[in-house]
């Protein structure tokens, strides 16, 4: 089969799905790849925790931070997260380190706040200038990011903010919702975040020792329903961070095979349907992005 139908018949399977898909997998050894749209600019929800991680670890390894200094963290607030501190009933002390495992990998938002306010969005911006990254806005915390309309509705009516998040849009990315909004959230494109794998995975401007750590970060992570069931098996290690917010859903991530082959693979989705639980979604997500990298791997 052409890859010309290949991705036909991929946009089809999305389209039907009531999915609008930003893919792009990338052998990161020969850099050839393989995409759909993957330069539409989207809010990326969690996404923007790497670049925090990436500055965080810069920061400590210039010795402007200490990773071993602990944060005294009150409760999570209402609504701030599912996860971690996010949870917590009680005050506790978190290392720098410690907080940049948990924001990592249960994508804690209490705990990615603490290291926000160490390391503020315009710090965080201007450590990606300097290391040369681009395409990757940071613009605001998590408490911003999740003060949408979602948290001020029941649990029950999670639904009605998904039907807003998808009729409240613009033909030019604007939103109505500030974090939906490209021009005013923590943004960046399925290139833009592949191209900071190829930087974390491969030789570039960021220090080896802080490239290390991000990737054993991602290794790390626990949260593996979306693109995870798709690229882990005994001859793979995949290793990722998820973003979500309302109807946008995003991974991206690298696989790395037995044999030596190694793909980076960004997924950045919005759904068109109105509901919080969308399985099937996630799941054609993990089919698009492995049926890319299939065909990748046999060119």
């Known amino acids: 089969m052409s890859v010309r139908k290949v991705l036909r018949d991929l946009r089809e399977m999305l389209d039907e799905a009531g999915l609008r898909g930003s893919f792009l997998v990338r052998d990161l050894r020969s850099g050839e790849e393989?995409?759909?749209d993957p330069e539409i600019e989207y809010a990326v929800a969690s996404l923007v925790k790497i670049p925090l991680a990436i500055a965080t670890l810069e920061r400590v390894r210039r010795g402007e931070l200490d990773g071993a200094t602990q944060i005294l963290l009150q409760p999570g607030k209402p609504g701030t997260g599912q996860t971690g501190l996010s949870r917590f009933r009680h005050p506790a002390r978190i290392a720098i380190d410690d907080l940049l495992y948990l924001a990592m990998a249960i994508s804690d938002n209490t705990a990615t706040d603490a290291l926000f306010a160490l390391t503020p969005p315009a710090r965080i911006s201007a450590i990606l200038h300097e290391l040369a990254i681009q395409g990757i806005a940071v613009r605001h915390t998590m408490e911003e990011l999740v003060r949408t309309p979602a948290d001020r509705l029941d649990p029950g009516d999670g639904h009605l903010a998904?039907?807003?998040?998808?009729?409240?849009?613009?033909?030019?990315?604007?939103?109505?919702?500030?974090?939906?909004?490209?021009?005013?959230?923590?943004?960046?494109?399925?290139?833009?975040?592949?191209?900071?794998?190829?930087?974390?995975w491969t030789p570039?401007?960021?220090?080896?020792?802080?490239?290390?750590?991000?990737?054993?970060?991602?290794?790390?992570?626990?949260?593996?329903?979306?693109?995870?069931?798709?690229?882990?098996?005994?001859?793979?290690?995949?290793?990722?961070?998820?973003?979500?917010?309302l109807n946008l859903r995003h991974e991206v991530g690298v696989v790395e095979h037995a044999d030596g082959q190694t793909f980076g693979v960004a997924v950045l989705t919005e759904s068109r349907v109105a509901a919080v639980s969308q399985p099937g979604a996630?799941?054609?997500?993990?089919?698009?992005?492995?049926?890319?990298?299939?065909?990748?791997r046999h060119l």
Do not use: C, Y
Request: glycine content about 8%.
């Open 204 to 245: 570039s401007t960021i220090d080896a020792s802080v490239a290390e750590r991000v990737r054993t970060l991602m290794g790390e992570n626990l949260i593996r329903h979306r693109l995870a069931p798709d690229f882990t098996s005994d001859a793979s290690r995949w290793s990722s961070k998820t973003g979500t917010l």
């Open 162 to 200: 998904h039907f807003l998040a998808i009729e409240a849009g613009t033909a030019g990315r604007g939103h109505r919702i500030s974090q939906l909004d490209v021009t005013r959230a923590n943004t960046g494109t399925a290139r833009a975040f592949l191209d900071l794998l190829q930087a974390l």
């Open 282 to 296: 996630e799941a054609l997500m993990g089919h698009v992005a492995r049926t890319l990298r299939d065909q990748l």
């Open 34 to 36: 393989i995409g759909i």
